[in-house]
């Protein structure tokens, strides 16, 4: 059977049903952004990997290596985030083909490096592979977090408010812009967006935040916001409502004519943000506000938990909108 | 530059020159099988990651899908059992071709999961991304030892004896005779060497009873026991010689008429068999011996570590033999 007939998900939930063992000291495996697992007292372990393929998930003409570098590592990191971990230890795998230069690998690690020092991370070992045909690379980081704090997908309730961590759109909006050189936009509105996109920051202060204040299930939104929440409504057996209205839109997005018009559409579905996005019961979302405020961090409230097994668009509380994508089941 | 003109070893102390940094918790990384970290108490964490890539590292032609999948367990495994740790965790990421189908994404979870089972670690999660090109995967697993087991290439001694687990050359037999089914040889043989290439063995036991009994430096053998014990010597920074005499060679190749001539030259250089190859001070390999009999495990002394830099290959303790490949530095 061909993969395409099943879609990712598909084969996803066929491993799971091979490779599922009951474990008392894993905590989070197959369905959260890590592995999570027991490792002495109160502490949890946190594994994640990540492979990221030329022209699949990215271009060479549209990326510096040190770019490259630099958001390999945040999106493992983003991934460690949204489980309230902390980084800590990390594996790069590159497989080269004959094209890269010892210069591009060099200035990979450059870009890398600043990642991981930024969130106190250490690249401490990998593999090195040859390749007939086209790049590639897996990152794996160990990070931890506590048994307290954890945070997973499946723990989001019915009635609980929906959160992000800052505006929306901006990397996809950013990739547009690269793959488009001829788009018209101010150099200080490029190099915004662009920088969302090449640049992402990974929201770790903001995870543990969220977590010691109520987050019940959490996720970074590296695919897109609708499809994220659709993650956590698939793993926690619930629905979900976002209002758009409430959705925050980078602001550097309406400045660009040939953009502004699918602003919102970025916003709900352009990945690679890497905010979190979470559920938290009302009764704490006063606390949390606060909590964040303090910490000068953002918090936009932008939908709610039902019951259900959707996530549903809202525009203005009254219109249900349907867009191509937005619903994942 | 070309990478080629550096060279695998040449790149990597390139790519530690940008990563390094002191950390007091971090107790090995590159130039070791594993990174190694404190994580509380007397216990360390240990972290391996390993990229396979189709037609590089293994051809689908002579490797079916289960075998793969367990092979590629083993081989990141192996890297644990040579610093004396014990696998616990395993993540898996798969870059998908089209021509790959469910029943094969299948059938390489079956195997990786029967060699996961063996050694008590459990498959934790992973990543699937399509390919548009070839089948490539990666494995990173996460495992466990003591502080005072823990044992790096580093720490080989002068007049420190150079042991091995287990017979030699079987697996690279095992791939000659995949490679050219023309080959003649029994049934028996043929089946006892091509399940040493495709179902190797991790000696997570060995490791652990090497390092309990005085082991020094220790590692796998994955690219062949020369170039093993020629990474000991640059990560100690001392010399050894192997006595060919005394090497281990798998009495299966010995019975393949077109092979029996290089069986010496396999054992040596052949890789894939991942028994583990370690240094001990003289006065503890009695104990070391009375151990491994105990537990009916082989052990062989295969040499000894010299001052210098070199790894000489001696015959009958008096003819130095040079073979292509065997000197590394």
Redesign the interface.
């Known amino acids: 059977?061909?993969?395409?007939?099943?879609g990712?998900f598909g084969?996803?939930d066929?491993?799971d049903k091979?490779?599922y063992?009951k474990?008392k000291k894993?905590v989070a495996?197959?369905g959260?952004d890590?592995?999570a697992?027991k490792?002495?007292?109160t502490?949890i372990?946190l594994?994640?990997?990540?492979?990221?393929?030329e022209?699949?998930?990215f271009k060479l003409k549209c990326t510096s290596p040190y770019d490259l570098g630099y958001k390999s590592i945040i999106a493992s990191i983003s991934d460690i985030a949204s489980m309230a971990g902390v980084p800590?230890?990390c594996?790069v795998?590159?497989?080269?083909p004959?094209y890269?230069?010892?210069?591009f690998?060099?200035s990979f690690?450059?870009g890398?490096?600043t990642a991981?020092n930024k969130y106190g991370c250490?690249?401490?070992?990998?593999?090195?592979?040859?390749?007939?045909?086209?790049f590639?690379l897996?990152v794996?980081i160990?990070g931890?977090s506590q048994q307290k704090l954890l945070r997973k997908r499946s723990e989001a309730k019915v009635g609980d408010l929906i959160f992000v961590t800052g505006p929306l759109g901006g990397s996809a909006a950013g990739l547009e812009l690269l793959l488009k050189p001829e788009t018209k936009a101010s150099v200080s509105t490029y190099s915004k967006l662009t920088k969302k996109h090449l640049r992402p920051e990974a929201k770790v202060a903001e995870g543990l935040l969220a977590s010691k204040n109520g987050a019940t299930a959490m996720e970074d939104i590296s695919d897109g916001l609708v499809g994220e929440v659709a993650h956590i409504c698939e793993q926690s057996k619930i629905g979900a409502i976002i209002y758009v209205d409430k959705v925050p839109v980078d602001e550097s997005i309406k400045r660009v004519d040939s953009l502004k018009t699918k602003a919102m559409e970025l916003a709900l579905s352009g990945g690679e943000d890497y905010e979190l996005v979470f559920s938290c019961p009302k009764r704490k979302t006063a606390s949390l506000a606060k909590a964040f405020n303090k910490k000068n961090l953002p918090l936009f409230e932008v939908g709610e938990i039902t019951k259900g097994n959707r996530v549903k668009v809202l525009h203005n509380k009254e219109k249900e909108i349907k867009l191509k994508g937005y619903e994942h089941f």
Chains 1, 2 share one sequence.
């Open positions: 059977m061909d993969i395409k007939e099943i990712e084969l996803i066929k491993i091979i490779v063992r474990d894993l495996s197959i959260d890590c592995a697992f490792i002495g007292g502490k372990g594994l994640t990997t990540d492979s990221l393929v022209d699949i998930h800590l230890y594996l795998s590159l497989i080269l004959d890269i230069t010892v210069e690998v060099q690690y450059r890398a490096k991981c250490l690249i401490a070992g990998g593999d090195i592979s040859g390749s007939h045909t086209n590639s897996n794996s160990y931890e």
